[in-house]
């Protein structure tokens, strides 16, 4: 049995609600009548905030076989309680979450299930949210690795948390999400443990629908940016969609480059890496 968290966020800097008729969380919450019947998967739905519009259409599908348990935050939560509370409520082998930005393909988990069951050591593994266009081969090919059962994945030490599928053992022997941590650092964590990740390859594209090139994004012009930013824009300055565009094919590149050997991202090779990154700040580190 997997456990599948639909987390519905109302972000203080996104304040643009989508029209009823075209609700990004309907849209979702309608891929549940594409899971085919033998499939074992239990719906989990966080949903933050008292927006009624939206709200509605999230309740309208409260009698569906598929949804498990529902929970309603008046505040906005984040990421940490509400994976928490699928984490330590939820009984079956996976875990799972995909945002309410967000399209997984058809079939996806039927793909990553199969994978974690033919590799014993797979940790957190899921789909891939950049369009083909985002693809640098010369940069991903050296990430790229085959494993039993003929899956390939694309490595990282961690990946987004929207669209991926964890074991429960992971869970088990890590414990929940710490107070201040988030689910790249507990990735990390788990990395160091032996655990592999990585996208699944050839990529399971999962639409991200905060991209101004998803077919369904409604952030097509400057003024959208500018009135219902994704978080990462507002916390990088982005003001126009050309912006937005750049930084998240540099994103891309980055998850396409970055090593995955957790042993970079601890130690000496941790405060390397930023003194590389950023000279400035050579003499600081000099306090080692």
Known sequence: M?????????SMARTMHYPSVDDMSEV????????????????????????????????GFLGHPRLHRFNH??????????TNWLWQNAEGAFFSKVDDDCLVPHGW???????????????????????????VPEL????????????????????????????????????????????????IRLAKEGWIHGWYYPFLYQE??????SEHSLITTDGDIQKSAPLSAVNNGVTTVADWQAQLQRS????????????????WRRQLKRVLAFPGRLSAARQW
């Open 73 to 82: 935050s008046h505040e906005n939560k984040k990421l940490n309680e509400p």
């Open 140 to 187: 991903a090919s050296k990430k790229i690795c085959e494993f039993n059962g003929g899956h390939s994945l694309m490595r990282n030490c961690w990946l987004g948390g929207s669209g991926y599928l964890m074991k429960r053992q992971c869970v088990d022997e890590l414990g929940a999400l710490r107070a201040s941590e988030n689910f790249t650092r507990y990735c």
């Open 109 to 135: 988990a039927d793909v990553l299930r199969q994978a974690h069951h033919d590799n014993a050591a797979f940790g957190v593994i899921g789909c891939w949210h950049f369009p083909a266009e985002d693809f």
């Open 208 to 213: 991200h629908l905060d991209d101004p090139r």
């Open 252 to 267: 891309a590149k980055l998850l396409q480059r970055a090593p995955f050997d957790p042993k970079y991202y601890s130690g």
């Open 2 to 10: 997997a456990n599948l968290l639909l987390n519905r966020q109302e």
């Open 28 to 59: 979702i919450l309608r891929n549940l009548h594409r899971i085919p019947p033998d499939v074992e998967l239990r719906v989990w739905v966080w949903h933050n905030g008292d927006h009624q519009d939206t709200l509605s259409v999230v309740k």
